[in-house]
């Protein structure tokens, strides 16, 4: 039986480079980066070089880039964090109607602590307004957050012009770049980004390493107290494996990049073109073109769509129906309600991430098996008429 995998922006699997890099740091170069001796020594200059190769990818500085966990935590350390540092400055927040559940949920926590927080809805596509942006910022704010590659739909935000609006009110931006770091390029100082967040599983690293970029001039407090790791904004025990193949995943992807994305866009549109061609009343969510390179979503009106996800796994293919984090709710995806789909619409809505081992073979499979399935369940459907 066929497996074949397409839930790359769930997380994906590591580069055999990558772990072969990481193998000497779980038994030989093992030491805790903030110990004095030798083994710690090695240990902190891995590190070290590592931080250096993730922020020059996006013209950082070194000393800008702080390893996290994970990029729920680098997302709930730049909102909290910058909230919690600037209440002198103002209590106001803006967040668009797309972010990643983690930026969503820290925004509700600061609510419902003293802060405001304003929701910028996006069009049809996905995209937010700049004038409308604009027109919401007020004295009282103190940071903007906007995703730079939707996880669910894929749309691309213009980080430049959202970074110039910002910088020139004074307000720090943070972006949550999980899905768009390495594989998009991204320049904080030409995009005047402050705070950036990046992850090492959604480029072929382990899981359980990310980072929050944070601009030297950015007022920022920890949320984690304890032995002033990471320069006092970060106290935990580095997970210096997990770092090394962060780096290692992100220098791959970089050197792969331009070839990478042409080949995704080609197999990216044959199967948007097949699905849209081959299966009558189906549409594409996000932006038709302003979009990652290995995102497809679309809706499947009259198909739920967890049961279209159950089928393609008895058939072999791994997909889902939206951010992985929220897989096993049975809400509708607030990403799809805020593009205007009605909730039986984004209920029936189908992502296919591709990636770096997704061969052409594996898009004629899907096309071949999906319009019978489709077509199966809505036959049975008690939604159609």
């Not at 419902?112 to 704010?141: F, M, Q």
């Not at 594989?183 to 480029?203: F, G, P, W």
Request: proline share 4%.
């Amino acid at each position: 039986m066929k497996s074949i995998y397409f839930d790359y922006a769930a997380t994906t699997p590591v580069d055999p480079i990558v772990l072969r890099a990481m193998l000497p740091y779980f038994s030989k170069i093992y030491g805790n980066t903030m110990s004095l001796h030798e083994f710690g020594r090695h240990a902190h200059e891995a590190v070290e070089k590592s931080r250096s190769t993730i922020a020059r990818i996006i013209n950082a500085e070194t000393s800008e880039i702080y390893f996290t966990g994970s990029a729920t935590e680098s997302n709930n350390l730049a909102l909290k964090g910058v909230a919690l540092a600037n209440r002198h400055r103002g209590n106001h927040l803006i967040i668009s109607a797309i972010e990643h559940d983690c930026v969503l949920e820290s925004a509700r926590y600061l609510s419902r602590n003293g802060y405001a927080v304003t929701i910028l809805p996006v069009d049809k596509y996905g995209l937010v307004n700049i004038e409308e942006l604009e027109s919401l910022i007020n004295e009282k704010t103190i940071l903007i957050s906007i995703i730079h590659g939707n996880n669910e739909v894929g749309t691309l935000q213009d980080l430049e012009k959202i970074g110039r609006i910002c910088r020139n009110k004074k307000v720090y931006f943070h972006t949550d770049a999980s899905q768009s770091y390495a594989k998009e390029l991204i320049d904080v100082k030409k995009m005047n980004i402050d705070l950036l967040t990046a992850s090492s599983h959604k480029i072929y690293g382990p899981k359980g390493a990310a980072c929050l970029f944070v601009r030297k001039s950015v007022l920022i407090d920890p949320i984690l107290h304890g032995g002033g790791h990471e320069n006092k904004l970060r106290s935990s025990t580095l997970n210096v494996p997990a770092i090394i193949g962060f780096a290692k995943a992100a220098e791959i992807t970089v050197k792969s990049r331009n070839t990478e994305n042409q080949r995704l866009l080609k197999l990216r549109d044959k199967l948007i073109s097949g699905i849209l061609g081959n299966i009558k009343d189906t549409y594409l969510n996000g932006h038709p073109t302003k979009r990652l390179a290995n995102n497809i979503n679309i809706s499947f009106p009259f198909v739920e769509g967890e049961s279209l996800v159950m089928q393609l796994d008895f058939a072999g293919i791994a997909c889902s129906t939206g951010s992985a984090c929220s897989s096993t709710t049975l809400e509708p995806s607030h990403v799809l309600i805020a593009l205007g789909l009605p909730p039986q619409g984004a209920h029936g809505s189908l992502r296919i991430s591709l990636g770096r081992w997704t061969k052409e073979s594996d898009i004629n499979y899907l096309l071949k098996v999906l319009p019978a399935i489709v077509k199966k369940f809505r036959r049975i459907s008690p939604f159609k008429n």
